[in-house]
Every structure is written in C-alpha cells, then in structure tokens.
C-alpha cells in the first residue's frame, strides 16, 4: 500500500446523464509506466483531469503520496510534483522555445507581487542554471535550433516536443501523458516513445493515455483499459492483448 | 501646429497610462473593460474627496465633507482605492463568471452594463458640476519646443517614468511572465504551478491602480468630471489597438501618438474653429494605419493552425 503512489477510490464523474468515470479502484505504484487505453469516450482524458485537479469527482477520492488531493487546485498537485501534458497540446505561444523551458522549470513557488520584485536577481541567477539543461532536453528533443523562436511559430509536432521537454525540466515524480504521440510523424513517434521508455527507466511514474495501440503495447509495463468510464481490464500487455472484455469493448460483441 | 505639442504631450500620457492599464487586463484576461472609464473616474473623484479642504461642501450630495489631507498623500489613498475597487471586482464578479464559462461576449456586456451603473452613482454621489482638484493656478512655461505649466510637466514625467517601471516589470520579473504565461494559457499555467487566479488578481488590482493614476493625470491637467473616464474611453481603445492589443509597449507608444495627433491636429488649417471635431482626424489616422498594419504597431502576427 504504501509504494502506492496515486490511489483512486470509488470516483465517479458523470455530465448530465452521462457517466463519464466510475472506477472503485485504481492506484499505480513508482516508477510504473501505465498505458490507460479504451474507445472513444471512455472517459480516460475525463480521469486525468479527476487526478491532476482539472475537475472535481461528483464522489469518491484520490490521494497522491497518501493525501487526499480531491478537491485541490491544479497548480497545487503540479507543485506537489504531478504534471500533466494535454490532448490538444498547449504551449506558451507568445513565449519563445527557451523562456517556454526557463519558466517551467524555474522555482514555481514565488509568483506573488511582492516576491517577484525582490528576487529579480536570484532569478536571474537561477535561470541562468537552468539554461543548461534547457539547452540539453532541447538537444535530446532535436528542438535545440528552435531555442529562440516563438513557440507559435513550431508546427505541430515540435510543439508536441516542446511540451514534453517543458514538463520534464522540472524533474516531475509523475508525469501525465495525454496522447503523446497524437498527429505525430511515424519517426517522431519513434523518437517520443523511446524518450518516455528512457524517462521510465530514470525511475518517473508515468500514465499515458494514447490510442496508439502497437506502441502502448511496446513500451507499457502495465495496461489499464477503460470503457464506458469503468475499469474492464488490468494488466501486463499480453494479458490485455487477448482479454476478451477488451476485444469486446473494441470491437463489439461477437454474433452467436 | 507646435504649439499644440505640449497639450497632445498632456492628453497622450493620460492615454497612454490608461491604455497600458486597459492592454494588460486584456492581455491577461481577455476582458475588453468598459468600465475601464469609471475607475479612471474613481481616481480623480477618490482623490478630490480626500484632498479638498474640510469646509468644500460640493462633493457627495453635500452630505459628507471632504477629508483635506495633503495632496500627494490623497493621491496615493486614491490609487489604493483604485486597486481594491478592481480587487473586488474581480474577486465578486469576474472571478465567478470565469468559473461559470460565461463567454467573451457576455463579460463584454457585463463590462458595459457596469460602466453605465458606475457612472450615474458618481453622477448621483458626485454631482454633476465640474471640480478642480485644490491645486493653485500655474502659469505656461516653455519647455525645448512646447509649452505647459510645471505642474503638468511632472505629470509627464511621473508618467513616463511609471511607465517605464511597469514596462521593466513585466519583461524582467517572474511575476510578468506569469502574467504572460496565464495570459497564452490558464491550464498550462497551472500546470507549471501557476495560481492564475491569483495572477489574475494582481493584474485586475495593479491595472486599476493605473487607471487610477491616469485619472488624477487627467484631472490634474483639466478638471473632475462625473463621465470624465467614459469621454475618454474611446481615445484608450484607439490607443490600445493603434499600438498593438495586448502589448504594454505599444500601448504606451499608440496611446501617446492618438493624445499627440488629436491635439495637434487643432492646428490644422481646416480645423479653424472647429476644434470639436479634433477626435475625428486622430482617428481617422488611426484606421489608416491599422489598414496597412492590422496587427498594430508594434503587435505580432500570429500563427494560426
């Protein structure tokens, strides 16, 4: 119980009539590289926001390092060391590639007034820092001689890059991955999947939501699969690779 | 023509202050404020209740007397009053409607309805007679080429120095680009652990304090005025737009150049006696340069994909 690194109890979600999550329980251990998996609509993005703060349970809890983090505000779970990418990737537009990485990974407790004004300096000492290893993420990601365009400017698979090295500088406990390799080129999905594989192994717990079923069943230790908001499945990939509860849920059940 | 320079100075830093206020609200929240006005107002009328003498009985239907502190101190009470007054706006009326999803258009309106609200209590609470700040009359001196009195001319470089301030505060501090970072993306914000509520707070309270400023600079210059924010109010959008929407250097620049080419235009051959009309060649300009330039001066094209 206590590697247990994020816990879900009974939580619920519906909109309207429609119930988007309903999983009794769920928890993953450290370092764990988790697939969640399932249709469309199965309420996987749903469940990322339950867990990163984005929207609240109807009922039910989720705990992360053994608190209760229901009803706490996303910026605090990000600080306590979760962060969360998103299915329409989101960058800081009007922020060129480097200051997009200098400022995720700069200290992200002092945003008040007054701090901001005093410590002009050790900020700029700090980034400075940082800058070295924004520079090697940015050579990792083959982003390096985007550095100091304006992240507007990166089509979309760069962008999808920037957001991974943006929430990676930060050395994050967990990391949330919202389709990671959606509208991406085949070598750059490549290249992604091998940098979540080599994250995992440097001891991240990572959750992926992707529909990118060869590659989730390639790089996952573990496949969670939702359908109709609730847990159908669990288990290692070839476990869930000839689950018949998943063949279903996909595919439909089979005539007599 | 030249020697209007001095006046379109004046006009261009009340612009200026106020279109800076407005442009970083908007930067960061997208609300399009038209009671932006009324909190210049605020100013000006907060400013006059404190500072004049006790037995001034014009003010609040005569009913409360003015407190007659020092000038500068009322000035600095005045911009306090400014902040909590957009501090609490935010807190109790956009804050809410942000978390209820109301759309842009409809905060628009919200703005709009509470500018119109604002205004007739000042007109009711504040009368509508015109009011001078207890300020002794100061005769014009000549500056280089242009020519005001030395009062006004701190005036201008108060607020060119405060704004040169707020300009270095939002490039160099964590706290503008926590501003910038809320104002591209709330979520992403908040993922980088980023409270942009409170971001958002300290934007509506410091672009208020502006405002405020901008309020005592247009009063100081010319005089207190129960709809003295809502005159001007379409100038600080030219302004705004002229330099760039959403950039706090333009606006700056673009609020200066409409206050410079409103008054200057006076001077125009054409516009012998017919100085009324002096807003129309300034805007006038302005459509033709967004025209040829509809980003602004100094706003950047964006990507779209």
Redesign the interface.
Known sequence: MSNNLISVDNLKKSFGGLKAVDVQELSFKKGELTSIIGPNGAGKTTFFDLI???QNADSGEVSLKGKNISST???KI??MGM????QLT??????TVM?NLL??G?N??????L???L??NS?KLYESNLKEKANQIMSDLNIGHMADS?A??LS?GQKKLLELA??II?EPEILLLDEPLAGVNPKLAEDILSLITKLSDTGITILMVEHNIEAVMKISERIVVLAEGSLIADGVPNEIRTDTNVIEAYLGKADE | MLDQLGNGLLLGIIISVASVALSLLYGVTRIVNFAHGEIIALGAIATLFFSSPLDYRVLFLDKFSPLGLNFVISCILAILVCGLFGGLLEVFLFRPLRKNDVGNIAVLVVTIGLSILVRHLYLLFATGRVQNFPLELQRRQTYLFFDMTPRNLNVLIIGIIVMIIVGL?LT???????M??V???G??????????D??IL?TWVSSSMLAGLAGIFQATINDVRWNMGFLILLLIFAGTVLGGIGTSFGAMVGGLLIGIMVQVSVGLPFMEGHSEAKNAVALGIMILILLFRPQGIFG?K??I?
């Open positions: 990163s703060g984005f505000q996303p910026y990000a600080r962060v969360r990418t998103f989101k960058v800081f537009d009007r922020m200051e400022f995720s700069s992200i407790n002092n945003d008040s007034f701090k901001s004004i410590k002009l900020q304006y507007r400017e979309g943006r929430s930060n | 505060l160099y501090t964590r706290l503008g680009k926590a910038r970072a104002r591209d993306s979520e992403l914000s908040s993922v980088s652990g980023i409270n942009s409170n971001i300290i950047k964006e990507r994909s």
